[in-house]
């Protein structure tokens, strides 16, 4: 089955952070090679295509099964209730297609590590 | 010089998205072990110690030198501006103190590979 990776983002007023997304979308995207059948973003609020849409997208370009990624530092709202609810409508819509969220950003076992790396002390 | 680390995140009306960053802070610190004088965290907004709070706390800690490490994923006003102002007015009392500011966690290299990591497939 081919699998599509939507990166979810809050999205913001200011145009340039949401074009930082879509940049490290590129970068993902030429990083995972053929690994996924598409590498795409999607966002929460203020910046389009909204999540639902971007999960259409996906499918509407042949993926069967769509990972989202939450591209999110805490454990808030956000991640527990509102990104699941905004999947739930696509999996109402189409219940035959596969889609599953992985773990948020913050959650990374590596995050520590690429903290200290990053003070470089 | 003792140097301290201080990783500095927005800060959160839910008191879980707060205690999230102090555990990370944590973790942090074990995992820095010898190498810094003492890790801490402070808030940007709606949450306590302040960013000039925690820059001082480590000065007065001993440390003569504070890594501020931006615990944010864009590069936004936050980054840009607010986290620079609130440490200007600890360098403007403390002249002899040296006060880096560290690349915010969006910026580091291995951002992609992690989330392809996270996605799973």
Redesign the interface.
Known sequence: MK?S?L?V?HG?R?A??ND??RR?TE??AE??GE??HGVSCAFLELAEPSIPDGVRACLDAGAGEV?V?P???????HVAEDIPGEVEKVRAERPEARIRI???????D????????????
Do not use: C, D, K, N
């Not at 591209?71 to 709202?77: D, E, I, V």
């Not at 992985?102 to 990374?108: S, V």
């Not at 590596?110 to 002390?121: C, T």
């Open positions: 699998t990776l990166l983002a913001s200011r340039a952070s930082e997304v490290l970068a993902l990083r995972a690994r996924y990972v990624l591209f999110f530092l805490s454990a808030g709202r992985a773990p948020y950003l913050g959650a990374a590596a995050i520590p590590a690429l903290l200290l790396e990053l003070a470089g002390h």
